[in-house]
């Protein structure tokens, strides 16, 4: 539906968040599934892994799917010590950033 079939009072919808946002989320969801342990290289990458096949294996484009990835690696938070809870906090915040 385009703007025009719209009536006039409902405003226009958001549009979908990036693939590199997505990315960022999903990896998040998956990290809370242990809030409590600490983030660490193996957890993170595990996570990271399972959302970029969720999210850009549809996606046609390589060009598309590398950018996103490259964005979204881009975007992650240093461990520091932080409980996975914590991190994907952090990852979620980043991920409305990007938009």
Known sequence: MDRSQLPPDQPTPAPPPSYAAQLLTVTARIL???PDAIANPRLVNAAYDIATDAI????????????????????????????????????RATAKRLG
Request: aromatic share 8%; hydrophobic share 45%; with cysteine.
């Open 32 to 34: 809370d599934l242990q």
């Open 56 to 91: 850009l294996t549809p996606v046609p484009a390589e060009a598309v799917v590398q950018d996103s990835a490259q964005r979204a690696e881009n975007a992650l938070w240093p461990y520091d010590g932080l409980v996975c809870g914590e991190y994907a906090a952090r990852l």
